[in-house]
């Protein structure tokens, strides 16, 4: 029960590592989250393999008829219904297979798809902590192989299951008619089967989770290196990030040789009981014919019957190993599904604007206390400001002193321990999730911008923008020349993460988008680090005029950028130092008296 519980923590504060969590899997975990999602499909998978299965049927009846044919052609007999029935047989056959085939393949089609939906439903809603901690290349891998995986099960192991379970069961009845202590015989050795294929299986399903937890990692390291893709090439770095993937390769190709050779151990048990079998059942029959308690024909037949047990037998082994491969990767699907996503919050939605434009949002902390893990010294120790509804207010202090946590904050991307931050006076706690984030306008501070065209970028938060808006918005954000430059203007893709924009046209497009949302609060994070001194003071102008009509909170490491602000809030260590304006603080606070000397402001 604990061990749930350890999981369930570790994916509600998603500060769990992976080994904790494997650690904590219930048993039967895996199995439990791969009937779920057959579930819905059973009714599919059941009908495609029932259609392979008489397709199968009509196949075996061929032979007879074909031998009527011949007898008949032999004997000059017209065979004219001889051909046609044999005709419709291999017809029919043939159709009924294509079919099954077709139903399954449909049904193993949409329960991927139903995975892969109910995985992208979460995972873009995830909370931010958990997301956070997890590599995102691994989360990619459980959307596109582990749902692959699933599909494999659907098609294969579940219509093998059905017919080798059928053929198994009609097989066995017959070798009872023929002589019920031979079969007393083959049974004691199918049960050794399944003994050893109980003990091998769970194996295999162990191995399986692990090789695709190896290529999750493959992901991860992937994904690490086009992430920062000529930082890693600057430093020098591709042997180092190869020899990584490489080394995730590596290890996936261990993890798979080893689930391949317990398949390998479980066929080869299979195949020698069989043979065994076969060599005790022709040894007992011997001794059965001799006392003549049989006759010979009868251990003819029921060897002929037990060696087209085998096969079956064989393919009852794989599909039991198939669905441990499927079990693994439904256990990780199902992990994803269950990480904590965010609470769209209830509450009243905030009076809609009257008139003139969105009215600017007030913004305080009251006595907030948050750190991002526990154990670790907090990050805001007890802060309480306040800042009133439209002008500009700057964070400014050491790094790490935490101003960008103020932001996480507000933007309810983390919550505080304890204290409460408040937009408009009401706790963010308490606002609809989506009415706060519309409140809002962001610009992170690596100022990301998407891969696909500037206008994608633009139109992000705001779907259903005109052109007019969106040359309005890069005029306001001095980038009106951006789109003309560009060889297809709007429509420009402009690389994985605006690679081929410079950083200040980054930042720019960045504010662009946020601007285009109207919103009350514009929270600008280090938002003019990346400019040069024409860009620095024409976006200053930008920010100022958006103080006119919107509350901005802007973090600034470059004090020239916030001089002008009505109020500077001044951090250190997860404290407030002071608050004021940029005369009052030179006069007033040796800190930011410091800052400014050493960005040659004090004069
Ligand atoms: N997602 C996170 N998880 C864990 N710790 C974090 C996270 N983000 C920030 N921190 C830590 O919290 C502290 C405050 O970070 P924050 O980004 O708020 O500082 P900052 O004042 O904005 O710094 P800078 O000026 O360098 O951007 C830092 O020590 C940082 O390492």
New binding site residues.
Partial sequence: METVNVAAEARETGRGTGDAERAARPRGAGRRALARYLRPQRPAILGGALLGLAGGALGLAQPLAAERLVNDLERDRTATTEVIALGVLVLLGAVLVALGHLVLERAAERLVCTARRGLADRLLRLRVPVA?RHEPGDLISRVTADTTLLRQVATQAMAAALTGTVITLVTVVMMGVLDLVLLGVTLAVIAFISLSSGLVIPRIGRATRQTQEAVGGMGAALERAFGAFRTVKASGAEQREIARLHEAAERARLMGTRAASWEAVSDTVSQVSVQVSFLVVLGVGGVRVASGAIDVSTLVAFLLYLFSLAPRINQLVGAAGQFQVGAAAALRIREAEEMAVEDPGAGPEPAADAGCGPRPASVAFDRVRFG??PGLPA?HRRISFTVPARGLTAFV?P???????VFSLIERFYEPDSGRVLLDGRDVRHWPLSALRAAIGYVE?DAPVLAGTLRENLLLGVPHATDGQLREVLRRARLDDLADRLPEGLDTTVGHRGSMLSGGERQRVAIARALLRSPRLLLLDEATSQLDAANEAALRGTVADAARTMTVLV?A?RLSTVTGADRIVV?EAGRIRAVGTHAKLLASDELYGRLAATQLLAN
Avoid: D
């Fill in positions: 956070e991002y893990r990050v202090g790094s790490g002193a935490g101003k960008t946590t501070q973090v490491h951090m």
